[in-house]
């Protein structure tokens, strides 16, 4: 079993000095994967139509059976994507064409899934349905409240849109219980799990999403640029990729045999593939960790633990819920924090981020939801508890010097 924390740091190149608490936002990897990665551009490099004509596939076939034995699915329903905003774009893209065709969302959905929900709404007159959600809630409540808005709303509904781990707050969202009750209602579901892989266990055959996509770059600790989408063999027909290739091909019935689903993503246009060839790479690193299971027991103690301790710098409280089932591998902690209300959510979000990053040295994700200001803060296998004392002595100097 490693020795998780400070010690690990030096398998990544983060900067001396810097403690970085934010891995949800744009992930990490370690220096060894780095030297893969260059291994498999250099072979790409060497040759490339040997590479890119025949010999990188094998090789993404190989990956993606890996990915699917830790996912627990048939490899053959995953595809590969550059990161979750593509997955989810090929998804809400390809289905939701039609005016007056209904989707159900929640109000945390992040941005660019939010604005891609916004933009077939404008440009199919698609109608959006948005739960409103207010954390800490519980699981149950969020149940009921999806119950209450789909009595509300008897039309049919064609697909809803769900996180996995939600970005701000960063919270554990109950989407298997979701995609159950989607499937009795004949909705279909699509989670948003760009968080998922490597900080929760997710297993695909029992949770049967109709679509799932997760980023490897977040918690897997692959290159940047590498995700998976995941879709259910009957709606394989109905889905393209964001960016139509060359591979495009109409189908009308999901049993239709000759369905291009694999086709059509596997050449997005020339690009690096070299991030999804390091899928394997950083389970192998994982596994000489110790294996998901250590990882990420280390990681949601870590969380639990840095979160209280960072409560108690600040004065204030953990975003959790009765049942404790909001916190996964990282923490969300209130901001003892009243800013001037002249000042625009997204200005003093980014006063905080440039005091934190330039003056302190650190990071954890400022976000304000239900008008209250919090920090979302990321454990990981290279930090530990002294790391979040530092960032809530730096958010409490932080706190106090925007509020003067
Ligand atoms: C919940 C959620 N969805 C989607 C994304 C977008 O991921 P990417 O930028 O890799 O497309 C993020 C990124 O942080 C996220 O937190």
Redesign the pocket.
Known sequence: MANFGKSLREDFFLKDGYVPLNH???GSYPKQIRDKLHHYQMVAEQNPDRFYRREMFPLLDKNRKSVAKLLNCDADDLVFV???????NSVVRSLMTEEGAQLICFST??N??ERTLAYVEDKYKVKLITVELNYPMSNDAILAKLEATLQANPGPIKLAVM??????PGVVFPYERVCALLRERGILSLV????AIGQIPVNLRETDPDFF?T?C??WLFTP?GA?ILYVRRDQQYTIHPALINASYKHHTKPNDTSSTFQSEFSWPGTSDFSPYLCIDDALSFRESLGGEQAIQDYCHRLAIEGGHAVAEILGTEVLENEDKSLTACMSNVRLPFNPSSQVSESDMTNMIIDKLLYEENCMAAPYYHHGQWFARLSAQIYTGLDDFKYVGHALLKVCKSLEQ
């Open positions: 949800g936002s744009y550059t990161n979750a905003t593509a997955g989810t959905a992040y660019a899934v996180d996995a781990i939600t970005s701000v948003d799990g760009a968080h996509v980023n770059h977040k940047r995700a």
